[in-house]
Structures are given as C-alpha cells and as structure tokens.
C-alpha cells in the first residue's frame, strides 16, 4: 500500500524520455536511469523524515530497511522500460519445477508485478472509468507534445494531439500490453491456488484449478468500445459531428448494457477442478444464477430512472 500511495508522487507530468531528452535536472540528478520513479522516491522518504509524518517511525531499524528495500523495489518497477523484462521473469519463474518454493523467496518479484498490474489495470475497469483514466493521461501526453513542439523539437509517441489516434492507440495498449500481463496474472493465481508449477500441471489434472477471471469481459467490452471508436474516426476522417458523437455514446451504452447479463453471468459462475478428476462443480446453484441473470436483464432493460437524480430518492 505505501509503494502504490508514493509511485508517481509529485508526478511532473511528462515522461522520462521528456526529461533525458531535454536534459532536465532530475535526469541529470538520476543519471537519465528510471528519472521519475527515483524521483518519486526521494519526495516519499524525505517527507518521512518529518515524525510528523512518518508513518514507520515505530518500526525497528532492521524492520524498516526492509520496508524500504522492498518499496524502492516496486516503485522502480513501475517504469515501463522495465515492462517486458518482468513479464519474461515471472513466466519463466511460474514454469520452473520448483515455482512455489522460488516465489517464496523472491516474493518481493510478485509484489512488483502486482503493483505494476494495478498501475497500467484501468483497460480492465468498467468503461465510464476506463474512459475517463484514458481522457487524463492522453491530455497528460498532448500537453508534453505541446511543450515539445514549443522547443522545437519532434513529439514523442503519442504525444501530438493533432495526429493522435487514440481510439488506435488504447487498442495496441491493451493488445501488446495489458492483455498479456493480466494472463500472467491469471496464470499465477492458478498457479498459487493449486501449489504447483504450470510445468507440473495437466489440464486434467487434480491438481489444476481454474480461477475466475472477471476482468476479460471488460477488457473485451472495451475493445469493441474502442473499435467503434475508430470506426467512427475512420468514416468521418477524422472528425465527428456532434450528432454523429452523441449517437456513438449512446452506441455505447447498449452495448454496455448488452454485455451486463454476460457479466453478472460470469461473475456468478466459478469452476473449480474436483479432485477426481475433470469433472466441474458449479459453486453457485442455478437457482441463485437464475436470479441473478434475470435482475439483471431487468436493470438493463429498464435503464436509469428518471427519479435517479433526485437525491431524496432511494435506489
């Protein structure tokens, strides 16, 4: 929890590419290595320095250099350059023979991929907040790309408003990037709930557990969200009108709206391999499931109340 409060802390709103390039004193002060995440570092545990305000103040020496050690370690984590590295790490740790016994004593390599997860995860939130996580960090990119132009130097990736497509890029964001990193996620909860390494397990096996994973249909909802998107970009060149930008929002919501059902369905519904054998057993009855999918058939048709946003109104 602490590494995931101080990771982007007094964040300077540009990248670290823009800092080594424009040879800022905090690239100079890092030596261009990780610039923002160190930087990060530094402000928390110089506010900690304050009693006021440090929150570790009653831990042991010993305890606290390895409260220290470990959250320097995820937060340097968090760079991207950093990304593929740790995906190529964990999926050979998970297929080593010993896989459990080298987790346990390298756990601090868990944390950072979790906390990485947790800062590149909003393709995998419901899409008002997916959307509005993506509207901040592309206004983020544009105004550095701004600054850019303004020295008179050529935009990074992504960083030029007038030539973004960001329809496009939240698609290879998710391709290339999030979806692989949330298999190996789900590979290593499996892993962890049945004990053993992936090389060790069948499919058929005892042994093997099949964790829910209630985060592809939402990535998937938002991909086609996204698809839509530059669909609508790509037949009006570009630009759309204001009729054609509401009747795409309100596209939008039925297909949220469609995709409900299968949610509430699969979040309803996990497997577990029983111990003899291959055979599934489903956790929720099918009465329960039932209900569950008609109350939400029923929202879903009924849409919001016109009473919704009167305060006094109960839900």
Known sequence: LLAATVHDLEHTGTTNTFHIQSYTDYALLYNDRAVLENFHLNRAFTLLKDDELNILKNLKLEDFRVVRSLVIEMVLATDMSSHFDQLKHMRQLMSSPDAIVQMEKGRSKVFCLLLHMADISHPGKEWETHHEFTNRLVEEFFRQGDQEMQLGRICSPLCNRNTTSVPECQLGFIDYIVSPSFDVCGDLLEL???????ANTVPCSPLKREVLRPWEETINSNKRA???????MSEGGGTKPQQ???????????????????????STMETLRTPGGSETTTIMTREMHRVVTDIATVVTKAGPSSSSNNPTTGR
């Not at 996204?226 to 609508?232: D, E």
């Open 192 to 198: 962890l709930v049945s004990g053993d390494s992936l």
């Open 226 to 232: 996204w698809r839509m998107r530059a669909k609508k």
């Open 244 to 266: 054609n930008a509401e009747r795409e929002e309100e596209e939008l919501k039925a297909e949220k709206k469609r995709s409900t059902i299968e949610t509430h369905r699969v």
